[in-house]
């Protein structure tokens, strides 16, 4: 008998183990890819620590049914791929608009001519611009404070409702690559809408230069132009930056609905 107490120990710790990794997945699968922890540069433990805390609540009822039903370790397996799935897209429908004001500060570097200065991106490894970059990491601390954590916990939460945890019963919705191409048409409309007002000035400033040159032929401002586009990209900064602040809080939780969205990929 106390041969076998280990073996009684180890059979009765595999499907806490079981549990833990399954409960895992579908949070890690949201920490690769959401900006909070790839542009912070958040490390695989933290990242790990922040998948186990919000799978604590999922690990009580996967373990139960564990117990009551054991699965096979292929069944596992899969069983993990397919939360990790679920984990990526919940990460990647939450990360779109930090993206798309990621993609203003590109737009905007670009018409001002300021692309000279560029840093590496940590969770992508591309090069961004500096207003790319700083509006990255502004939009990355808005979120967090306007609950955006809360939002990814509410919608793992939901999703493990419409997606059980143990269940392979889940494939992509008919037109799933037009949804996938709509995501990257609002990724765009994002972008174009937010940054419409800033580049709206700039080309209204370089029209009043062009103008002024066709109606004074001797003055020669060609070198003024970037600068006057400068000085009005940082003017009208200050203004805009406070209802930016708001759009992007907005839009960045008050009406995103990802568990709709997953839905219109997915089916249960």
């Not at 409960?23 to 620590?49: D, H, K, N, S």
């Not at 009580?60 to 899969?78: D, K, S």
């Not at 037109?175 to 765009?188: H, R």
């Not at 839905?263 to 249960?268: D, G, N, R, S, V």
Request: glycine share 10%.
């Amino acid at each position: 008998m106390p041969a076998s107490d280990p073996l009684i120990a180890l059979n009765q710790f595999i499907p806490w183990l079981s549990a833990i990794a399954v409960a895992m997945g579908r949070p890690a699968g949201a920490a690769i890819v959401l900006p909070v922890f790839t542009r912070a540069q958040l490390g695989g433990p933290i990242r790990g620590a922040v998948a186990f805390a919000l799978g604590l609540p999922a690990m009580p009822g996967i373990y139960e049914n564990l117990v009551e039903t054991p699965r096979t370790m292929p069944f596992l397996a899969l069983i993990g791929a397919k939360e990790l799935i679920i984990g990526i897209m919940i990460g990647l429908l939450i990360g779109l608009p930090i993206w798309g004001i990621q993609g203003v500060g590109e737009l905007l570097d670009t018409q001002r001519s300021a692309t000279q200065g560029h840093a590496e991106d940590p969770g992508s490894g591309n090069q961004d611009s500096t207003m790319a970059g700083f509006l990255a990491m502004a939009v990355i601390g808005l979120f967090v404070l306007s609950g955006g954590l809360n939002l990814l916990a509410h919608s793992l939460a939901v999703s493990e409702s419409v997606w059980p945890p143990l269940s392979l019963t889940f494939k992509p919705r008919a037109g799933f690559g037009d949804a996938l191409l709509g995501l990257l048409d609002k990724l765009t409309i994002v972008s174009l809408t937010t940054g419409a007002p800033i580049m709206l000035a700039m080309l209204l400033c370089e029209a009043a230069v062009i103008l002024l040159m066709r109606a004074i032929p001797k003055l020669h401002l060609y070198d003024l132009a970037p600068t006057l586009r400068n000085l009005v990209f940082v003017l009208i900064m200050f203004g805009y930056s406070v209802w930016l602040v708001a759009y992007m809080r907005r839009a960045l939780v008050a009406s995103h609905h990802v568990v709709a969205d997953l839905q219109q990929l997915l089916a249960p």
